[in-house]
Antibody, heavy 120, light 110 residues
Framework: EVQLVESGGGLVQPGGSLRLYCAASGFTFSSYWMHWVRQVPGKGLVWVSRISSDERISSHADSVKGRLTISRDNAKNTLYLQMDSLKVEDTAVYYC?????????????WGQGTMVTVSS | QSVLTQPPSASGTPGQRVTISCSGSSSNIGSNSVIWYQQLPGAAPKLLIYRSNQRPSGVPDRFSGSKSGTSASLAISGLQSADEADYYCAAWDDSLNGVVFGGGTKLTVL
């Protein structure tokens, strides 16, 4: 079964750090572009970042640039989001998602999400 | 304020056809394909349409997408109660160098 499972979310103080994990299974992880998308409960979807299948290309939303960093380990079938200098406005459910084969941005497989709460 | 503009709500009765619009600009919809997602309450988003009008396997042909210039639309025919959900459009934005989403449209089946 094709699956993405996020972990690593939790409560962190403003200015703190957190690392999110996304474990992939059931498909050839190294062949797909991967993304992080976040959503404040009750609000809309917001794109965070993406990374190419071979790790060479990555992009981040302006709102997180320099603070949140996407990476991947194809040998471990794992996607990461390193979150530093966290702000209250980073509070959201974070989803990892796979781009459908042959595309870079059309996300056909999503994880269940992990909640990140930034609060003092 | 989302880069792509969608109506906040839409509604229809069972069996009806409804459309949801998505308006953007030359740097996103005008130069890239449009993606549509469905998000049921409490669930992760689901891909409905990609490359503006392509359906992934498993998505019923009741769902269709189209694009013209800097606007796009999602049409749902034969509306069912199970279609009650939030719908989001998205596209790559060449100026922002990122994916942009619409604010979402809440579809109610009356």
């Amino acid at each position: 079964e094709v699956q993405l499972v996020e972990s690593g979310g939790g409560l962190v103080q403003p200015g703190g750090s957190l690392r999110l994990y996304c474990a992939a299974s059931g498909f050839t992880f190294s062949s797909y572009w991967m993304h992080w998308v976040r959503q404040v409960p009750g609000k809309g979807l917001v794109w965070v970042s993406r990374i190419s299948s071979d790790e060479r290309i990555s992009s981040h939303a302006d709102s997180v640039k320099g603070r949140l960093t996407i990476s991947r380990d194809n040998a471990k079938n794992t996607l990461y989001l390193q979150m530093d200098s966290l702000k209250v406005e980073d509070t959201a459910v974070y989803y990892c998602a796979r781009a459908i084969s042959g595309t870079r941005n059309s996300l056909d497989v999503w994880g269940q999400g992990t909640m990140v709460t930034v609060s003092s | 304020q989302s880069v792509l503009t969608q109506p906040p709500s839409a509604s229809g009765t069972p069996g009806q056809r409804v459309t949801i619009s998505c308006s953007g600009s030359s740097s996103n919809i005008g130069s890239n394909s449009v993606i549509w997602y469905q998000q049921l309450p409490g669930a992760a988003p689901k891909l409905l349409i990609y490359r503006s009008n392509q359906r992934p396997s498993g998505v019923p042909d009741r769902f269709s997408g189209s694009k013209s210039g800097t606007s796009a639309s999602l049409a749902i025919s034969g509306l069912q109660s199970a279609d009650e959900a939030d719908y989001y459009c998205a596209a790559w934005d060449d100026s922002l160098n990122g994916v942009v989403f619409g604010g979402g449209t809440k579809l109610t089946v009356l």
